[in-house]
Structures are given as structure tokens and as C-alpha cells.
């Protein structure tokens, strides 16, 4: 059978180019354009990347329609109700849950990489006391690489997979060290004998001076968001991630760029925008007339929590976070906000601008509400997201850094800007 191609004719010379198709496994089949610019002279032009895959990758894969997604081909639904956010991190890691043993060494490896260098600590010193965390862990997770130097060499897949190790251990004990900067408290070292999402309850919550026991309430709704935020194909900080590191950037840089990224209202900073809106919209009451605004063409508004580039359906992940929500608020109270946002989706859900254009809620529509209920501030919501993520971030980079032909990431573009021109004298400028 001949190569499946799509011909495209330009019609100011009549010239064809045949460009070849490439199945996907699952989602749609793609066309390289590579060839684009030596046949026709041409570049493809797609703002926002909504009709562009950047790359192939086996990590991840999310079915917009059908509102689907995996992580190395299992769903997300099993993987939330059967396995630990440490598996997870195994499976997008090394491409496969691992068993007994392997979970074990795994475990092992990461809760002995959570320490971080005493002078790092120095480092918080150095913030506002009232600097947002995000800002925090932005400047933090860059200066790593000034600590980890000795195992840097990006071609050496040992180095790579010792720093995948260190980011996602020392991600929570950094989270939680920005938050007790915040609130003016000593930093606590996390314990050997506690969970990943123990330990970062354990190190925000606990202070010297009492024991401090960790609510498995609170550590297995960490461990399910956290699942869940693991990874997302290429979403803007994975794609940051990745564009970083195809200049040969060390990993830390890299992911201080997702973090950074991540930071977006757009993006991961959707939860706190969620929970300010929530707050903002007030009662019940208010509902319809915030429709009406995230309805209206002239009005920038948009409802928080909905709406996704990809899914055209519910997002399985807020379908999740939502049942969780509800055996969080059964221990921890019911919290008005909830009331809020169920209406709030009800009427969204039944509203024809919403259903036009498939806006359904998406994962951080309710996980802001189960960081409320933990006791965890605002500001802290998109730091979450951040540790949760940071597992994926990783996984895309060392992906990218074994492909055999990596290139530097370079777009790019159509310009605008003025014809050529003199440079005219100064005392001539207007
Ligand atoms: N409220 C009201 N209208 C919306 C919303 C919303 N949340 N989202 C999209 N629309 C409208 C938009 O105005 C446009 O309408 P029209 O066709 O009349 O111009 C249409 O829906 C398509 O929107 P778009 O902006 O072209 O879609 P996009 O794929 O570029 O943007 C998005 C996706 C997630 C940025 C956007 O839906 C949004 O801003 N949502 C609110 C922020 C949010 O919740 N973000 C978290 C995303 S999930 C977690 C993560 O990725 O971190």
C-alpha cells in the first residue's frame, strides 16, 4: 500500500507537494510539514499551537471527544482508584507500574532525596515575608542546579534519572518551606517514615514545638489530586519544559520555566482564580448575572474551572476531583463554596453558550475547594499543582533528551513590523 499523503497546491504557482500522514496509536493521525519551507518556501501559521503536535511522545494521551485520559496507556480512573501518587510517579517515569521490589527501592530513593542543602534555606531569608509562594518556588527550583552540579551531565542518562529523583523529592519540601516563610514559621524536615503527600502535610502543618499527626483524610486526598495532576501531555508548562531543555538547558532551569508557566490563571493558576471568583460571585443569587458577563463578547470575563483546549467533554479528572471534594467535606464541614460552585455548574452545564461551545469544568474547578477544606491558602493551590506536575515535567524532558534526533525549539513567525528603512539622524526623529 502506498504512503498516505495530503497534497497541498499553491496557487500562485501551481506547485503540489504530497506531505506524508503518520498514525497516531490513538487521537488523531498527523501531517508532517517539515518539508514545508524547501518545497514551497512557506511556513505553517498557528497561533497557540491549536492545530500543531510538537513532538511524539508514549507518556501520556487525552481523548478530547470522549473526555479521556491515560498515563502509559492506563486510564485515569484505575490508576486514581488502585494506585499511590509514588506508583504513578514510577509508571510516567520508567513507562510501567512497578511491582513489589521496585516500588519499595523506588520509595526509598525518593523519601532519601527530600532533605535539601541547609544553605538553600538561607535562600527563603532572602523573600518578602509576604511574597507569593509560586515567586518562591520559581527562583528555588532554578537555584538548584547551583547545588546538584556533580550529576548535571545531561547526556548521561544516570545524571538524568538522579535529578528526575531530586525534583520530585524535593519539590514538596520546598512547597512547604515557601509556605512557612509566609507564615512566619520555622521550616520542618520531612520524616523518613511518612507518604510523599504525608510528608507534605507533615512539613507545612507541623511546627517544633508539639507532635504533629497526619490526617490520612488529608494525605489521600493530596495523593488522588496529586494523581490526577500528574501529567497532561503537552500542555504550556510541559511544552516550556521541553522547549527549555531542547537548548541543552540543565533540568533544574527547565523546570523553574514550568513553574513559571504553570503560574498562568490561564493554566495552573486556574485554581486560586476559581476560589477568588467563588468568593467574588458570593451566593447563589449572583449566579445568573456572572453567567451573563462570561457570556458577554465584550466583557473579558471568564467563568474560572471551565472550559479546556482539548477536552470537548467533561474533564475526567474533574469528574474525580468532585468525589473527593465530597469525602473531604464529610470530615471537614460542608463548605458554602461547594454549594456555590455545584449551582454554578448546574447552570453552566444547561446554559447554550456552554453547551455550544462544549465548556464543561475542568480538574481545577474543585481542587481549589479540597485545598480550602485542608487548611492550605489560596496562593498555595498553583504550588500544588507544581509538585504534583513536576513528575511530568521531568518525564517529558527525559523523553526528549533520548530522542535520536532532538532539535533545538525554534518557531517561527509572520512579521508585521515596519518595511526596511534609514536610520535618520537624531536631531531629524520626531
Ligand atoms: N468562560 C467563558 N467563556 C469561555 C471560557 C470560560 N471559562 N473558556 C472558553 N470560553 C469561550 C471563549 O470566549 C470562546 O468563545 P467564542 O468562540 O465565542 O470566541 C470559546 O469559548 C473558545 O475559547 P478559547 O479561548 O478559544 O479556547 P482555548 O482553547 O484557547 O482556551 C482555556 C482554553 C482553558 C484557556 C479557556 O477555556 C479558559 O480561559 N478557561 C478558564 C481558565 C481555566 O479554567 N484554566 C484551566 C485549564 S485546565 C488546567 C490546566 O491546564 O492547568
Redesign the pocket.
Known amino acids: 500500500m502506498s504512503e498516505a499523503t495530503v497534497t497541498v497546491t499553491d496557487n500562485r504557482t501551481g506547485k503540489n507537494v504530497a506531505l506524508s500522514i503518520k498514525d497516531s496509536v490513538y487521537g488523531e493521525a498527523v501531517v508532517d510539514i517539515a518539508g514545508l519551507p524547501k518545497e514551497l518556501g512557506l511556513f505553517s501559521y498557528d497561533p497557540?499551537f491549536?492545530a500543531t503536535a510538537s513532538c511524539t511522545s508514549a507518556i501520556t494521551f487525552l481523548d478530547g471527544p470522549k473526555g479521556e485520559l491515560m498515563y502509559r496507556g492506563y486510564p485515569i480512573e484505575q490508576l486514581a482508584g488502585k494506585c499511590s501518587y509514588i506508583e504513578i510517579c514510577h509508571l510516567l517515569l520508567n513507562g510501567e507500574l512497578p511491582n513489589t521490589e521496585q516500588l519499595r527501592k523506588f520509595k526509598h530513593t525518593i523519601t532519601y532525596h527530600t532533605m535539601l542543602n541547609e544553605s538553600l534555606r538561607n535562600f527563603f531569608n532572602g523573600f518578602n515575608y509576604d511574597a507569593h509562594p509560586m515567586a518562591m518556588m520559581c527562583g528555588v527550583v532554578g537555584s538548584l542546579a547551583a547545588f546538584y552540579h556533580d550529576k548535571l551531565d545531561i547526556h548521561d542518562a544516570e545524571h538524568r534519572m538522579i535529578t528526575a529523583h531530586r525534583l520530585i523529592a524535593k519539590m514538596p519540601t520546598i512547597a512547604a518551606a515557601c509556605y512557612k516563610h509566609n507564615v512566619g514559621q520555622p521550616i520542618i524536615y520531612p520524616r523518613n517514615d511518612l507518604s510523599y503527600c504525608g510528608n507534605l502535610v507533615y512539613t507545612m502543618f507541623a511546627t517544633p514545638c508539639e507532635d504533629y499527626e497526619v490526617d490520612p483524610v488529608a494525605e489521600e486526598a493530596l495523593d488522588i489530586l496529586f494523581i490526577l495532576h500528574a501529567d497532561?501531555e503537552q500542555?504550556?508548562s510541559t511544552s516550556t519544559v521541553r522547549l527549555a531543555g531542547s537548548t541543552g538547558a540543565n533540568p533544574y532551569a527547565c523546570i523553574a520555566a514550568g513553574v513559571a508557566c504553570?503560574w498562568g490563571?490561564?493554566?495552573?493558576g486556574?485554581n486560586e482564580?476559581?476560589l477568588k471568583q467563588l468568593a467574588q460571585i458570593g451566593s447563589v443569587a449572583n449566579i445568573d448575572r456572572y453567567v451573563a458577563k462570561?457570556?458577554d463578547?465584550n466583557d473579558p470575563f471568564?467563568?474560572?474551572?471551565?472550559?479546556?483546549?482539548v477536552y470537548r467533554n467533561f474533564?475526567p479528572r474533574a469528574r474525580l476531583v468532585k468525589e473527593t471534594c465530597h469525602k473531604v467535606l464529610a470530615k471537614y464541614g460542608n463548605d458554602p463554596l461547594m454549594e456555590l460552585a455545584m449551582r454554578l455548574e448546574d447552570i453552566a452545564l444547561k446554559d447554550e453558550?456552554f453547551i455550544e461551545?462544549k465548556?464543561y469544568p475542568?480538574?481545577?474547578?474543585y481542587s481549589g475547594i479540597i485545598y480550602k477544606a485542608l487548611g492550605i491558602p489560596v496562593n498555595m493551590f498553583t504550588v500544588m499543582?507544581a509538585v504534583a506536575r513536576t513528575v511530568g515535567w521531568i518525564s517529558h524532558w527525559m523523553e526528549m533528551m533520548t530522542e535520536p534526533n532532538q532539535k533545538i525549539g525554534r518557531p517561527r513567525q509572520s512579521y508585521s513590523g515596519p518595511q526596511k528603512r534609514d536610520v535618520p539622524p537624531l536631531v531629524e526623529r520626531k
Open positions: 497557540g491549536v497532561h500542555n504550556a504553570l490563571p490561564a493554566h495552573g486556574a482564580a476559581v462570561a457570556k463578547r471568564r467563568l474560572m474551572g471551565f472550559g479546556h483546549r474533564d453558550f461551545r465548556l475542568n480538574v481545577d474547578f499543582f
